[in-house]
């Protein structure tokens, strides 16, 4: 498929734009009351509320941690993220909760693994709705035997620089939320009939 250019138009939107931030994490390891993030993505992307169409992404935020506790070694096989990769490196929070303050609502693909280990560091996220592209859309239905993102993003043509890390699964993820289905509906839109603006936007179906 055809990948999306992301060029917005700050002006032609404003009336129907909505803007909300997609996270992803990499971790020590998979016990978010014992392990550490220790790589951190988010980018904030703008989109039409009415038809779900991604405008593009207007901020983005990556960085390294340095953990209290060992990278595990079946953590470091799938991200690749060694313990001299994040010596000395610590998150910008000030940056972080400015994101996540502007955002309407954040995204996540597989959301209860990356919300249990953002709350930790980052309690205003829990005041935001959080949706998630793994399971508030249908993937199945839609004919893939997998909702897993490398999947997905591998079946819909859309190249990955560094698959498991997070910048490049966050920007992935937001191209696949900007391609339609086959009934010609913007994926992300399915996503956001989750959400309820306070102004009653209706999304076309």
Not at 99 to 109: E, G, R, S, T, Y
Not at 133 to 151: E, T
């Amino acid at each position: 498929m055809e990948q999306q250019s992301f060029n917005f138009d700050t002006d032609q939107y404003i009336d129907n734009k909505g803007i909300a931030g997609f996270i992803d994490v990499e971790t020590t390891g998979l016990n978010p009351n014992y392990d550490e993030i220790i790589e951190f993505s988010l980018c904030l992307f703008t989109f039409d509320k009415f038809t779900g169409e991604i405008k593009g992404i207007t901020e983005e935020y990556t960085g390294l941690r340095e953990p209290k506790i060992p990278i595990s070694p079946g953590a470091a096989r799938v991200h690749r993220i060694k313990t001299c990769d994040v010596v000395g490196k610590c998150l910008d929070e000030r940056v972080i909760n400015s994101m996540i303050q502007k955002a309407d609502f954040l995204v996540a693909h597989n959301m209860n693994f990356d919300y249990n280990f953002v709350k930790r560091m980052f309690p205003l996220c829990t005041t935001k709705k959080w949706l998630c592209s793994m399971k508030g859309i249908n993937w199945f239905k839609k004919g893939f035997p997998s909702r897993a993102l490398q999947k997905l993003v591998q079946a819909h043509g859309i190249k990955v620089k560094n698959a498991h890390r997070a910048d490049s699964d966050v920007k992935a993820a937001i191209r696949l939320l900007s391609l339609k289905d086959t009934n010609g509906k913007y994926y992300l839109a399915e996503l956001l009939e989750q959400f309820n603006y306070s102004n009653n936007v209706a999304f076309n179906k």
